[in-house]
């Protein structure tokens, strides 16, 4: 049974069709990528999936349940993450408290919390910073966590972003464009755990321009254009495809060689 699966979902804007019946699963522990030239509908099915629009037509089911029309906090409360392509963090406030805001269900969230539950809250407190600490261990930026989140690169800014939605504990994550913006040595490093988070079992469904870099990490790559999926596979297979020359070109035959840095395909 697939972690997500969306089933013929339309969406438009007016008289403009930007989705035409797209379908697509998502299996757990699986890199997942979704690209297409821009204004292909990448980031309008994204905005979909997290409740963010209401498809026209279509359904889309998370861990079995119909989703399509949930507010994106009761989504996200199902355990499906959201890291925007623009960073979205508390910018005065620390590293570590953007962190340990992102995460569920805190007790002090509630005046009755505070107030009747204080030894509760102080422990969750203290196991929320632990876990903070833990994540960003991971993402190797434990000596900036006292540092306000406004003196950040825009690198470490979207490794922020990811380790706010880790902090959630999700099942599935939904990064836009990880890389961009982000030189290439932090971009492997971004893409290597996310293959170590796979291997755990979480899910990502990745939009990405820096296809080489997606490419060389991803399971299963599906591509749209013009608000179609026009093909969908495996790396190797997506790249022998004319129909992703043709989405990318504008050419009906597939270019004699096409280099991912000095891979040649």
């Given at each position: 049974?697939?972690?997500?699966?969306?089933?013929?979902?339309?969406?438009?804007?007016?008289?403009?069709?930007?989705?035409?019946?797209?379908?697509?699963?998502?299996?757990?522990?699986?890199?997942?990528?979704?690209?297409?030239?821009?204004?292909?509908g990448?980031?309008?099915?994204?905005?979909?999936?997290?409740?963010?629009?209401?498809?026209?037509?279509?359904?889309?089911?998370f861990?079995?349940?119909?989703?399509?029309?949930?507010?994106?906090?009761?989504?996200?409360?199902?355990g499906?993450?959201?890291?925007?392509?623009?960073?979205?963090?508390?910018?005065?406030?620390?590293v570590?408290d953007?962190?340990?805001?992102?995460?569920?269900?805190?007790?002090?969230?509630?005046?009755?919390?505070?107030?009747?539950?204080?030894?509760?809250?102080?422990r969750?407190?203290?196991?929320l910073?632990?876990?903070?600490?833990?994540?960003?261990?991971?993402?190797e930026?434990t000596?900036?966590?006292t540092?306000?989140?406004?003196?950040?690169?825009?690198?470490?800014?979207?490794?922020?972003?990811?380790?706010?939605?880790?902090?959630?504990?999700?099942?599935?994550?939904?990064?836009?464009?990880?890389?961009?913006?982000?030189n290439?040595?932090?971009?492997?490093?971004?893409?290597?755990?996310?293959?170590?988070?796979?291997?755990?079992?979480l899910?990502?469904?990745?939009?990405?321009?820096k296809?080489?870099?997606?490419?060389?990490?991803?399971?299963?790559?599906?591509?749209m254009?013009?608000?179609?999926?026009i093909?969908?596979?495996?790396?190797?297979?997506?790249?022998?495809?004319?129909?992703?020359?043709?989405?990318?070109?504008?050419?009906?035959?597939?270019?004699?060689?096409?280099?991912?840095?000095?891979?040649?395909?």
């Amino acid at each position: 049974m697939a972690l997500l699966e969306v089933n013929q979902v339309k969406k438009s804007f007016g008289g403009l069709e930007v989705l035409k019946g797209v379908s697509l699963e998502i299996e757990a522990g699986k890199i997942i990528g979704l690209v297409g030239p821009n204004g292909s509908g990448k980031t309008t099915l994204f905005n979909l999936i997290f409740g963010l629009f209401m498809p026209n037509a279509g359904h889309i089911y998370f861990r079995q349940k119909r989703i399509e029309g949930f507010p994106p906090h009761q989504i996200y409360a199902l355990g499906l993450a959201f890291a925007f392509q623009l960073p979205r963090l508390f910018l005065q406030l620390t590293v570590l408290d953007n962190l340990i805001l992102a995460a569920r269900e805190q007790v002090g969230v509630q005046l009755g919390g505070v107030l009747f539950c204080r030894r509760r809250w102080q422990r969750q407190e203290a196991a929320l910073a632990e876990k903070a600490y833990q994540i960003l261990e991971l993402l190797e930026m434990t000596s900036l966590a006292t540092n306000a989140a406004q003196e950040l690169s825009g690198g470490q800014r979207k490794l922020l972003e990811i380790g706010r939605a880790l902090m959630t504990d999700p099942v599935l994550v939904l990064l836009d464009e990880p890389a961009a913006g982000v030189n290439p040595v932090l971009g492997q490093k971004i893409y290597r755990n996310m293959k170590m988070l796979a291997q755990r079992g979480l899910s990502f469904l990745v939009i990405e321009h820096k296809l080489e870099m997606l490419f060389n990490f991803a399971h299963y790559i599906y591509v749209m254009d013009k608000g179609n999926l026009i093909t969908s596979g495996e790396p190797q297979e997506v790249i022998r495809s004319p129909l992703f020359y043709s989405a990318y070109l504008g050419e009906e035959e597939e270019s004699d060689v096409v280099c991912f840095g000095s891979a040649k395909y």
